[in-house]
């Protein structure tokens, strides 16, 4: 079973949408990253918490760590946000990070 | 220019060929990993440093090897390509454990 797991694997929304994606892991961390790879291939760094909830623009990001769970929200979802989606856990306080195999989100005008 | 920039962006190579891969960073980092990403898995670590002189094996370090010319550049090198190492690389760098990852906008290898 990998330590990280995503879900959905892949999702097609409409513009306009709220849209969220999961991501459950296995081990004690210290940090949870949440990336977006652009179809172009290049990775952007969105989100890192360890507790709580972020928000940037139309972007949210919780984490539950008792239940080792967050989620990636995004809301009034436009075209532009279609990517990969990608969260990544660091074990411990000097671990290096464990990747989930992503979320590919295709928003259709 | 990019805070992290490698060299080069694609690369087509053949079986038993030698090649470098090359990250060069602005961000003034003193970590640097190399990850591959293959298609339907996560990235996976290759190899990371936490300063110059400070060299460490990741995940899947076997037929790979890197050198840390400076606090700013770190390369991957390919000693003698194969097939199975046909995949997209990345180079990313942090500040501490606590800090954000940035990414370089990868190199497509192809080794035919």
């Known amino acids: 079973k990998n330590e990280v797991e995503q879900s959905p694997q892949n999702l097609t929304a409409q513009e306009g949408e709220f849209i969220t994606i999961n991501c459950s892991y296995s081990v004690g961390i210290s940090a949870l990253h949440w990336l977006q790879q652009h179809p172009g291939g290049g990775i952007v760094s969105l989100f890192m918490l360890s507790s709580g909830k972020k928000k940037h623009g139309r972007l949210i990001a919780t984490i539950n760590i008792q239940e080792k769970h967050s989620s990636l929200h995004i809301t009034a979802s436009h075209p532009r946000d279609s990517a990969v989606y990608i969260c990544a856990v660091r074990r411990g306080s000097q671990g290096n990070l464990i990747f989930g195999k992503g979320t590919k989100l295709s928003v259709k005008p | 220019d990019a805070d992290v920039t490698q060299t080069p962006r694609n690369r087509i190579t053949k079986t038993g060929k030698r090649i470098m891969l090359e990250c060069s960073q602005t961000?003034?980092?003193?970590?640097m990993y190399w990850y591959r990403q293959d298609p339907g898995l996560g990235l996976q670590l290759i190899y990371y440093s936490f300063d110059v002189k400070d060299i460490n094996k990741g995940e899947i370090s076997d037929g790979y090897s890197v050198s840390r010319q400076a606090q700013a550049k770190f390369s991957l090198s390919l000693e003698s390509a194969i097939p199975n190492q046909t995949a997209l690389y990345f180079c990313?760098?942090?500040?501490?454990?606590?800090?954000?990852?940035?990414f370089g906008s990868g190199t497509r290898l192809t080794v035919v």
């Open positions: 990313a760098t942090s500040s501490d454990s606590t800090a954000g990852y940035t």
């Open positions: 961000k003034g980092h003193d970590r």
